[in-house]
T-cell receptor
Framework: QQQVKQSPQSLIVQKGGISIINCAYENTAFDYFPWYQQFPGKGPALLIAIRPDVSEKKEGRFTISFNKSAKQFSLHIMDSQPGDSATYFCAASNKDSNYQLIWGAGTKLIIKP | GAVVSQHPSWVICKSGTSVKIECRSLDFQATTMFWYRQFPKQSLMLMATSNEGSKATYEQGVEKDKFLINHASLTLSTLTVTSAHPEDSSFYIC????????????FGPGTRLTVL
């Protein structure tokens, strides 16, 4: 019940296209859903996060869509650029788990020029 | 703001030696720090959680005598890999959170450990 399932494992998108990565969770107590971006050999960096009281959050080209009833959330990268090529991780946390992040398996995104 | 540094960024050591990795929060006080391990092409695996001034809480399966964690101040936590072996080779990442938003973790750049 603590799992966060992420798909796809890898994704290739043309420059300028929309990249979409999906995550699903079981624990309805989760109340914080961040997305992290990680470049090779670097630590993850927080990209954008959402709480379950809103269905969408947008920051620049990055948007999180959140579907509470389906227990799913997704990351949309608009106008994808080669510099967006990285591994993306979704995660979830809540107070009951001492705010420990439960991680998805990651998605390797490649943006083709 | 919210910068976390790690030192060293990479280290190579001989089997049987000990290696210390430092994690510092540069512009905030970290009430809690986390240590993760990441294998190639895999997600982050939480090793332990440390709160300033108290003993670390280790995840199931992590040997606390092998991976010594000290969180001596609000800006510094250290991970010491004792008697390192080749199977300890990995990418170690720390993160820190302040008392302002318990959900938000700020990650260090990671330390690549290679044990020969």
């Amino acid at each position: 019940q603590q799992q966060v399932k992420q798909s796809p494992q890898s994704l290739i998108v043309q420059k300028g296209g929309i990249s979409i990565i999906n995550c699903a969770y079981e624990n309805t107590a989760f109340d914080y859903f961040p997305w992290y971006q990680q470049f090779p050999g670097k630590g993850p960096a927080l990209l954008i996060a959402i709480r379950p009281d809103v269905s969408e959050k947008k920051e620049g080209r990055f948007t999180i869509s959140f579907n509470k009833s389906a227990k799913q959330f997704s990351l949309h990268i608009m106008d994808s650029q080669p510099g967006d090529s990285a591994t993306y991780f979704c995660a979830a946390s809540n107070k009951d788990s001492n705010y420990q992040l439960i991680w998805g398996a990651g998605t390797k995104l490649i943006i083709k020029p | 703001g919210a910068v976390v540094s790690q030192h060293p960024s990479w280290v190579i050591c001989k089997s049987g030696t000990s290696v210390k990795i430092e994690c510092r929060s540069l512009d905030f006080q970290a009430t809690t720090m986390f240590w993760y391990r990441q294998f190639p092409k895999q997600s982050l695996m939480l090793m332990a959680t440390s709160n300033e001034g108290s003993k670390a809480t280790y995840e199931q399966g992590v040997e606390k005598d092998k991976f010594l964690i000290n969180h001596a101040s609000l800006t510094l936590s250290t991970l010491t890999v004792t008697s390192a072996h080749p199977e300890d080779s990995s990418f170690y990442i720390c993160s820190a959170r302040s008392g302002r938003d318990y959900n938000e973790q700020f990650f260090g750049p990671g330390t690549r450990l290679t044990v020969l």
